[in-house]
Nanobody, 115 residues
């Protein structure tokens, strides 16, 4: 059974930085596209960043230039480095893995940007 476990969330002031990790277990996800999504209260879930199996990254316009997604296939982990955080980045952040019709999700980690 595949499990994705996110970590690294917390409270950070505006302009601060935070790094999220998502560790996969139960299956080697090297050939999967990995995504970070977020969902703020009262809003729909939105994709923040995506990284292909070959390492190509795509970002939502709202985080471009501030967030960086990366992966380490050797430890089955995907990362999201978030810099210059804004209050509107406050949300629960979810990690996802996808290949063809297979989709796996983590439980999410809360990120709160507030002074």
């Amino acid at each position: 059974q595949v499990q994705l476990v996110e970590s690294g969330g917390g409270l950070v002031p505006p302009g601060g930085s935070l790094g999220l990790s998502c560790v996969a277990s139960g299956k080697n996800l090297n050939l999967y596209a990995m995504r970070w999504y977020r969902q703020a209260p009262g809003k729909q879930r939105e994709m923040v960043a995506r990284i292909s199996a070959s390492g190509t990254a795509v970002y939502a316009d709202s985080v471009k230039g501030r967030f960086t997604i990366s992966r380490d296939n050797g430890v089955n982990t995907v990362y999201l480095q978030m810099n210059s955080l804004k209050s509107e980045d406050t949300a629960v952040y979810y990690c996802g893995a996808q290949k063809f019709d297979e989709n796996y999700w983590g439980q999410g980690t809360q990120v709160t940007v507030s002074s």
